[in-house]
């Protein structure tokens, strides 16, 4: 066996590592930079004053605390909602009958929508006057209960949660179904033969095998749902009176509304710091199963 | 697999000679010319509805044939704002744009990036031309500076649909009192008395400020506005309580319904008042509506001088532009007779600054009222947010005002909510 | 008997169940071929009294630029995101050096941080680099901010490929980098069209970067010619959705098509770990 040096390996990290360092990994330690001192982003003065935005963020910032429940909401019924619906829907819409793969596409659709279209889509649904939500409210109560998505601005994330939902779900039911089709088609039949009904099958056979998948997916979600900025800049920019926001959209507004460079930069730095530390709790958790 | 690769390699071997082709320079460099740019808001650069702006283009480039004035948009206004901050973070700013005359503009200007266009106002004596009004509001927001050349003025006031007047007998109003009784005939027989666009704060702010107007008049108003006395102050707390009092005129779930919802209601009768701005009689021509249908009157302040609302819009200059002999030029593009005439006779646009070249016989009723309201001699007043107020405290004014109306909070505590938040970010001058 | 009826009334509910989860997309349709205005007369669900395709000639002929725009980006995007981070996916996946759980660590940072942290200082450096309003630095910033996810759905799959086909294909003689392109790519066939939908989603679907980035008309994707339809206090709903509805078509076309593929791609190995 020769023994030169391949140099492949190398050569081949060269362009990725370069231009993600460049456009990804500077601008974050640039705003880490930034989080360090005091600046309206336009003037040339930069006064560096350490953690203090730091301490005024966690503990003055009234609107960052609320952005962080709110991104704990999201996280949580994120976890719940679009993912125990990808789950049922996976195994519903399984099936190889005729038609389902069209049924599976229709689900799937509203992901590959951009999110200014599911954030119109899902204000017109919602308005109190006009809007198909309410009115069907409106009927099924009898005009007793009216349904204005704004009137408790602590309950708007709720409804921003469940139009993310359903732009996710058709994702989760994809992934799902993936990681049912990895599981040997060998398993299920040996459980089939063993007598096992549909529902024992599918608790005590594929679901077990699917466990990194929906580890997987979990974890997606989970970090994806601490990252959120996109729907809720379009459907409400934080509004009504700044309760819906959440660490990504606070931390934008504070830069390019506020002009509070600093602020802002650091609820970002501190937003990487969860996530970063999150994904290794989970990854050790992860391990620890397996073992 | 091998389809794959090949589709691959085909969209690589189109983009690239393409993409090799997208150079940074626009094509008038490529053919020589000097490039000005000019930014502005989308609602803005569609030069076929914009005949303002596509003259102010001839005539600049008429006076100047080896230049271009590149007209580039960035978006809504939220989003040029945010442009604007990154490029001139960046030194990086277009040579001129436009924007409202306002306190948003502080941030660039404390950090020296606009020009004072003074000098030359003076010295080809727009400040004559132009309406008063806006040079006002320029010497209230910053003193003797002129950091904006004002191309157009807009005034706000209650329009009116003049059918369910008829309908139910009911007169313009000239007092407070006679305006609640109209929302009170028109609340009774089932018409929603004001149609609301809650949603955007700034909409259910100008009842706001209205009442400012009522209730202080106009020296204590204008103290408000600029930070001479403190918000927590019992003319405040009334308006606050008279603009709860105002909201069981609009319609149900007010605060999350937009323009267009307003629309919904308002273009089939089925609302009488929306508080909106001059543009508003163009853009009811443009959804099809007959604007005979629809007056407008100036929010009843029972104060004398009867003040008017209004903002302007105007040219700003980047003070770095590298083309600072071209800017005297490009001034006079925008404030030559020509430019504004051609708007008011292509498109019946009445918003420009230089009304005393529009004929005003021209005119439909409804605009000449408009044209009037502008031309207020008892002067007007500003409004509260963004345009005088920092983006803080415009913040905590939208949702005291929304909860307020909500019942989440008393009038008291909103003022002095507000008043504490002014004292911390430096807002009072005293 | 008990079969048949059995499989009528699942077509029906899913059928239901569909109608009732695509009903926003439904409604769209609606809107887009209202005639101008009538989305104000009637109420906004009310049924098109004069249904008209002229929404859809308008929107095209006011996005037909942007549309191409943002073809060509997705165009030129897709194939170096997918080769640069299948190679480190490669590198760092067949090969272990000192540095490689570093590396590993650093390249899956990416799916981690915010994106608008990168607004401002890649602003600054494609202006440095003269590449402002260029093709170019969109490109080079699409690439760069979606290489780790690719990265780490790509690694994950190649983990998962037996060493034996390898093996035999070094003793042959082959060096890595054919080693890569004639085997290790060919066998990652589904995990690259999964790459290819998420990141032709990614890109197609950006807004705010563009916008930023791009000063030139010329130069500006599909969605932010969507923000044209939206005039001040007059939104222009129906073309809007008009144009919504078409700039969907690329990616529904590429889902549909692909569709098989991508489901196949998530089973074999993307969530394996």
């Known amino acids: 066996m020769r023994r030169k040096t391949d140099w492949t390996p190398y050569v081949f990290l060269i362009a990725p590592l370069a231009l993600y360092t460049i456009f990804m990994i500077f601008p974050t330690v640039y705003s880490f930079f930034i989080s360090l001192h005091n600046w309206d982003g336009l003037s040339g003065v930069r006064e560096f004053i350490g953690l203090d935005n730091y301490v005024e963020v966690l503990t003055e910032d009234e609107i960052f605390k609320v952005s962080i429940a709110n991104n704990v909401r999201w996280a949580i019924l994120s976890e719940i909602i679009p993912i125990v619906l990808g789950l049922v829907m996976a195994f519903v819409f399984n099936s190889k009958m005729k038609g389902f793969g069209f049924y599976r596409s229709a689900i799937f659709f509203p992901s590959v929508l951009s999110i200014s279209t599911i954030g119109l889509i899902w204000r017109w649904l919602y308005d109190p006057n006009l809007g198909l939500l309410p009115e069907i409210v409106r009927i099924v109560t009898g005009g007793r209960v009216s349904f204005n998505w704004f009137a408790n601005p602590e309950h708007t994330i709720y409804y921003l949660i469940i139009a993310g939902s359903w732009a996710y779900s058709g994702l989760c039911m994809i992934l799902f179904m993936g990681g049912i089709k990895s599981v040997p088609e060998g398993t299920i039949e040996a459980a089939y033969l063993d007598g096992a009904t549909r529902m024992q099958r599918i608790f005590y056979v594929i679901l077990p095998q699917m466990k990194n998948s929906i580890n997987i997916v979990l974890t997606f979600t989970l970090i994806n749902s601490f990252k959120v900025f996109d729907l809720i800049y379009v459907m409400t920019a934080g509004g009504p009176g700044r309760m819906t926001n959440v660490m990504a959209t606070w931390s934008y507004y504070s830069i390019f509304r506020y002009y509070e460079y600093g602020p802002g930069s650091a609820m970002s730095i501190i937003m990487a710091i969860i996530l970063v530390v999150g994904s290794l709790i989970i990854n050790k958790i992860v391990r620890m199963q397996k073992n | ?430 | ?273």
């Open chain 2, 1 to 430: 697999m091998k389809k794959l690769c090949i589709i691959l390699a085909l969209l690589l071997a189109i983009a690239i000679p393409v993409s090799a082709g997208g150079s940074g320079e626009s094509e008038a460099q490529d053919s020589g010319k000097r490039v000005f740019t000019f930014w502005d808001s989308i609602f803005k650069t569609d030069l076929n509805a914009n005949a303002y702006l596509r003259t102010v283009k001839e005539v600049f480039e008429e006076m100047h044939p080896d230049v271009e004035l590149q007209i580039i948009t960035k978006g809504r206004p939220e989003q040029q704002i945010d442009a604007l901050t990154i490029a001139f973070s960046s030194d990086d700013g277009p040579d001129a744009f436009g924007y409202s005359v306002g306190s948003l503009m502080d941030p660039f200007i404390e950090s020296g990036k606009l020009m004072d266009l003074r000098p030359i106002i003076e010295k080809n004596g727009w400040d004559k031309q132009m309406v008063k009004a806006s040079w006002d509001m320029e010497q209230q927001l910053w003193g003797d500076h002129r950091y904006a050349l004002p191309i157009e003025h807009t005034a706000m006031g209650v329009y009116y649909r003049k059918d369910l007047y008829e309908k139910f007998g009911l007169e313009v109003p000239k007092t407070y009192e006679e305006f609640i009784h109209n929302c009170e005939v028109l609340q009774e027989n089932g018409i929603v008395a004001i149609g609301n666009a809650g949603k955007l704060p700034a909409v259910t702010n100008r009842w706001f400020d209205a009442f400012l107007e009522k209730n202080c008049g106009p020296e204590l108003h204008d103290a408000l506005l600029n930070g001479d006395t403190s918000l927590n102050c019992p003319e405040v707390i009334e308006s606050l309580y008279d603009l709860k009092d105002l909201s069981r005129f609009f319609q149900e779930g007010h605060l999350s319904a937009e323009e267009s919802e307003v629309y919904m209601l308002w273009y089939p009768g089925k609302a009488c008042h929306f508080y909106t701005a001059s543009w508003q009689a163009d853009t009811l021509e443009t959804q099809g509506q007959d604007i005979s249908l629809y007056g407008y009157f100036r929010f009843p302040t029972d104060q004398t001088p009867w003040r008017s609302n209004s903002f302007c819009y105007g040219v700003y200059i980047n003070e770095n532009t590298p083309n600072k002999d071209l800017v005297e030029d490009l001034l006079k593009a925008f404030a030559s007779d020509r430019a504004f005439q051609t708007a008011f006779d292509e498109k019946t646009s009445i918003v420009g600054s230089r009304p005393d070249v529009f004929d005003l016989s021209k005119l439909d009723p409804l605009r000449q009222e408009l044209i009037a309201d502008v031309n207020n001699p008892d002067g007007s007043y500003m409004p509260s947010n963004e345009m005088c107020w920092p983006p803080r405290l415009t913040d905590e004014l939208f949702e005291v005002l929304d909860q307020v109306i909500m019942n989440l909070m008393t009038p008291e505590e909103g003022a002095a909510q507000l008043d504490e938040l002014a004292a911390e970010i430096g807002f009072y001058r005293f």
């Open chain 3, 1 to 273: 008997m008990n079969h048949k009826i059995k499989r009528t009334i699942i077509y029906i509910v899913a059928s239901i169940y569909i109608i009732i989860w695509l009903l926003p997309i439904f409604y769209l349709f609606i809107v887009a071929v209202k005639p101008a205005n009538e989305f104000y007369m009637n109420g906004m669900f009310a049924w098109p009294e004069n249904p008209t395709l002229g929404n859809f000639v308008i929107a095209w002929n006011t996005i037909k630029s942007y549309f191409w725009n943002s073809l060509f980006l997705v165009a030129v995007s897709l194939p170096f995101i997918i080769l640069l981070s299948t190679m480190a996916a490669y590198s760092l996946s067949r090969f272990s050096f000192k540095a490689s759980v570093f590396i590993i660590g650093y390249l899956m940072l990416g799916m981690l941080l915010p994106q608008h942290i990168t607004l401002l200082p890649n602003y600054m450096t494609l202006k440095a680099a003269d590449l402002l309003n260029t093709r170019l630095g969109m490109v080079l910033v699409y690439i760069s901010l979606n290489i780790s996810f690719t990265f780490f759905l790509t690694r994950g799959h190649f983990l998962g490929i037996s060493r034996e086909i390898e093996e035999a294909a070094k003793i042959d003689g082959c060096p890595s980098y054919m080693i890569f392109f004639r085997i290790i790519l060919p066998l990652s066939a589904p995990i690259i069209i999964v790459s290819i939908v998420m990141n032709f989603m990614n890109v197609w679907n950006d807004l705010v970067l563009a916008i930023t980035y791009a000063t030139d008309d010329a130069k500006l994707p599909v969605n932010a010619g969507l923000l044209r339809f939206v005039e001040q206090y007059a939104q222009n709903y129906e073309r809007m959705t008009a144009g919504i509805l078409i700039a969907i078509l690329p990616l529904s076309i590429i889902f549909i098509a692909l569709q098989k593929y991508f489901v196949a791609g998530m089973s074999e190995g993307a969530l394996k770990g």
